[in-house]
């Protein structure tokens, strides 16, 4: 499990003065592209090989609402893995408080086709199997 802390901006705020539900979207992306970072293995790098990493789903709950200036901790963890999926689910705090908790479905493409994940990056597959 890896943590990320994300400050609301105001921006992201709406007219209630409320973390608008569509940024927690972006929060997860924000701490899974540093999940993957400190495996040392980014998207950045998988992507300069030729492989991207598409959402193919996403199913959030939201607990509690957070406003501006709220710093939000992320726990990221590996939920599931499967030859051609990942899962990764978050918990998302303001302080003790849980506000929301949420899961990310992705697949690898190579050339718009599916990939194994475990035989195109074996490195980063044994990486996180070993967390």
């Not at 979207?25 to 495996?39: C, G, P, S, T």
Request: some cysteine.
């Amino acid at each position: 499990m890896r943590t990320y802390q994300h400050e609301v901006k105001y921006y992201e705020c709406d007219r209630m003065g409320i973390t608008h539900h569509s940024n927690y979207v972006r929060i997860m992306e924000e701490a899974r592209v540093d999940w993957m970072d400190q495996l040392g293995y980014g998207f950045d790098r998988m992507e300069a090989e030729g492989v991207v990493s598409p959402v193919v789903e996403v199913q959030c709950s939201y607990k509690h609402s957070t406003t501006f200036k709220d710093v939000i901790d992320v726990e990221v963890h590996l939920a599931e893995m499967s030859a051609l999926k990942i899962t990764f689910a978050y918990t998302m705090r303001v302080g003790e408080r849980v506000v929301c908790t949420a899961r990310s479905v992705h697949c690898f493409l190579e050339g718009g086709r599916p990939v194994a994940l475990a035989k195109r990056f074996p490195q980063l597959y044994e990486a996180i199997q070993n967390l």
